[in-house]
């Protein structure tokens, strides 16, 4: 049976996540055109708010159990290339980094299966299904603007996609390793993550000419 202090060291874990992402969000938002720059804006907004949120309910938890190691290792990974991406103006890798693949995890992780784990968050975490709706409406705007920041020949963005994804694999092991919470359920998150990581960004081009109707 778990107890409210299980969930410690994954909601500090969130707490990392929303923190990395808003962060990265505002960046993007710097270099971004107007269309897209105030909605980046409004998502870091609301990245602060997620951690807030998490952050809340680890001071009414029981225990003092930090964000595992392992796991700060990939997100501390997974932000420097995310910074690198947007201080060399590659907008769309960052889009695809963030909101695409790093977005989808989080909807992966915000959506228990139905048992014990799924209830206890309802009970602890009631804002739980809003942030999981804001976290879908993230990775629905990466999609979006990288087919539309694409280039014509895609090589760049396909070689960060496979970057990200392999980062994403990486985290998906290190939080099953260190997250016991989660390990009636390894299963059902290894499946749902790699079901992510496979649809992420279907819109970059594959490089190939479109061949012309005769």
Same mark, same amino acid.
């Given at each position: 049976? /778990?107890?409210?202090? *299980?969930?410690?060291?994954?909601? =500090?874990?969130?707490?990392?996540?929303?923190?990395? !992402?808003?962060?990265?969000?505002?960046?993007?938002?710097?270099?971004?055109?107007?269309?897209?720059?105030?909605?980046?804006?409004?998502?870091?907004?609301?990245?602060?708010?997620?951690?807030?949120?998490?952050?809340?309910?680890?001071?009414?938890?029981?225990?003092? =159990?930090?964000?595992? %190691?392992?796991?700060?290792?990939?997100?501390?990974?997974?932000?420097?290339?995310?910074?690198?991406?947007?201080?060399? +103006?590659?907008?769309?890798?960052? /889009? /695809?980094?963030?909101?695409?693949?790093?977005?989808?995890?989080?909807?992966?992780? @915000?959506?228990?299966?139905? +048992?014990?784990?799924?209830?206890?968050?309802?009970?602890?975490? %009631?804002?739980? %299904?809003?942030?999981?709706?804001?976290?879908?409406?993230?990775?629905? /705007?990466?999609?979006?603007?990288?087919?539309?920041?694409?280039?014509?020949?895609?090589? #760049?963005?396909?070689?960060?996609? *496979?970057?990200?994804?392999?980062? +994403?694999?990486?985290?998906? #092991?290190?939080?099953? !390793?260190?997250?016991?919470? @989660?390990?009636?359920?390894?299963?059902?998150?290894? =499946?749902?993550?790699?079901?992510?990581?496979?649809?992420?960004?279907?819109?970059?081009?594959?490089?190939?000419?479109?061949?012309?109707?005769?």
């Amino acid at each position: 049976m /778990l107890k409210p202090q *299980a969930l410690r060291p994954l909601l =500090a874990a969130m707490v990392r996540a929303e923190e990395l !992402s808003r962060d990265v969000a505002l960046a993007q938002a710097l270099i971004a055109p107007p269309p897209l720059a105030p909605v980046l804006a409004r998502q870091g907004r609301q990245e602060a708010l997620h951690a807030l949120t998490f952050r809340r309910v680890l001071q009414c938890l029981p225990g003092n =159990a930090p964000c595992p %190691p392992a796991l700060v290792q990939v997100m501390d990974a997974w932000q420097a290339r995310l910074m690198d991406d947007v201080q060399a +103006g590659r907008l769309a890798a960052s /889009l /695809l980094g963030l909101q695409c693949v790093l977005e989808g995890l989080a909807c992966a992780a @915000l959506a228990p299966p139905p +048992g014990e784990l799924a209830r206890m968050a309802d009970a602890w975490v %009631p804002l739980r %299904p809003l942030v999981l709706h804001q976290e879908m409406a993230h990775r629905k /705007l990466g999609t979006t603007w990288v087919a539309r920041l694409a280039p014509a020949d895609g090589a #760049e963005l396909r070689s960060a996609r *496979a970057d990200y994804v392999a980062l +994403g694999g990486e985290l998906l #092991e290190a939080g099953l !390793s260190s997250l016991d919470c @989660l390990a009636a359920d390894a299963d059902h998150y290894r =499946a749902a993550v790699r079901r992510e990581l496979a649809g992420a960004c279907p819109g970059i081009p594959d490089g190939h000419p479109t061949p012309r109707r005769l």
